[in-house]
């Protein structure tokens, strides 16, 4: 007999429709692993409870007295790369607990009521949404009249080969809380989703930036980039935005960004291209 669970994990929910009660915990586990990339033992499932205790990885699903469709939370993050390991994080990067900023929810809903978004050029149906952080991925900037002189500097505001269709500043952040940092500014695209429901959502829309923690809100459509820092030594060395373009019109073929691990953004293009 199949047993849905939806598991919320990443301020995201995946719907877990192919196991039976005669499937273990550790089935499950192995399965959201497919989903979101984090390996079974780095797992935390709260809510799936044997006699008020957590249940092990071999107690089966049917044991737990689960209604369809109940709701539990998963804790964990994905397995860090050799890269990630071998260098030290940037400071001003974090690794925080999706279980910290269940509270924030109600503040993205404000942020969507407060925040004005002055549309540039009309959204068009069908299309992708590729957001661009600014603050070393393309230069630097802070408020709207300094990301306005900036692009239009840039020649990104008037490029004839492409119209953007809006641009955000440090006001449409959220501050969320955090244990080993306390208070700190992140990016939620859910308030971009709220004002454009119609055209964008988590299943098509990719965010660049440089540093992880402005992911916390939405980490499965964030793709963490090298800093584009130095730009007067590095201008001619760095070419990771021109193999990203080689990325973006492979996934732009896919219906649901969702299937995605963008960490592996690398192998992914290598194999597509390779076949």
């Given amino acids: 007999m199949s047993l849905p669970i939806i598991v919320k994990w990443g301020g995201q929910e ?3 429709t192919t196991l039976s009660e005669d499937d ?12 979101t990339g984090v390996l079974p033992e780095r797992q935390k499932l709260l809510g799936l409870k044997v006699k008020g ?3 092990e990885n071999d107690v089966k699903l049917g044991a737990l007295k689960l209604k369809p469709n ?5 804790m964990g993050t994905r397995e860090e790369s050799l890269e990630d390991v071998l260098c030290p994080p940037p400071d001003n990067d974090d690794v925080i607990n999706d279980f910290d900023i269940e509270d924030e929810v109600v503040e993205v809903e404000n942020r969507v009521k407060e925040y004005k978004v002055e549309v540039l050029n009309p959204p068009r149906e069908g299309k992708k949404l590729l957001v661009l952080d600014v603050d070393y991925t393309l230069f630097a900037a802070t408020n709207m009249k300094w990301i306005e002189a900036k692009m239009k500097e840039l020649g990104v505001s008037t490029n004839a080969n492409y119209k953007i269709t809006f641009m955000l500043d440090s006001a449409a952040m959220i501050t969320v809380h955090t244990p080993r940092r306390g208070l700190i500014d992140v990016k939620p695209l859910g308030v971009i989703w709220g004002k454009f429901s119609e055209f964008y959502s988590k299943k098509n829309t990719i965010m660049f930036d440089d540093i992880g923690r402005n992911f916390l809100m939405n980490p499965q459509n964030g793709l963490k ?3 584009f820092m130095k730009a007067h030594l590095n201008r001619d060395k760095d070419k990771e935005l021109v193999k990203l373009t080689q990325y973006l ?7 649901d960004f ?4 963008h960490k592996y953004w690398e192998r ?4 597509k291209q390779g076949q």
């Fill in 70 to 74: 109940t709701k539990i939370m998963m």
């Fill in 225 to 227: 980039i090298r800093p």
């Fill in 268 to 271: 992914y293009l290598s194999k």
């Fill in 249 to 255: 019109k492979e996934i732009a073929k896919l219906d």
């Fill in 14 to 16: 995946y719907s877990v």
């Fill in 53 to 55: 205790k957590p249940a």
């Fill in 24 to 35: 273990t915990v550790l089935d499950l586990k192995q399965f959201l692993k497919t989903l």
């Fill in 258 to 261: 969702l299937e995605l691990n």
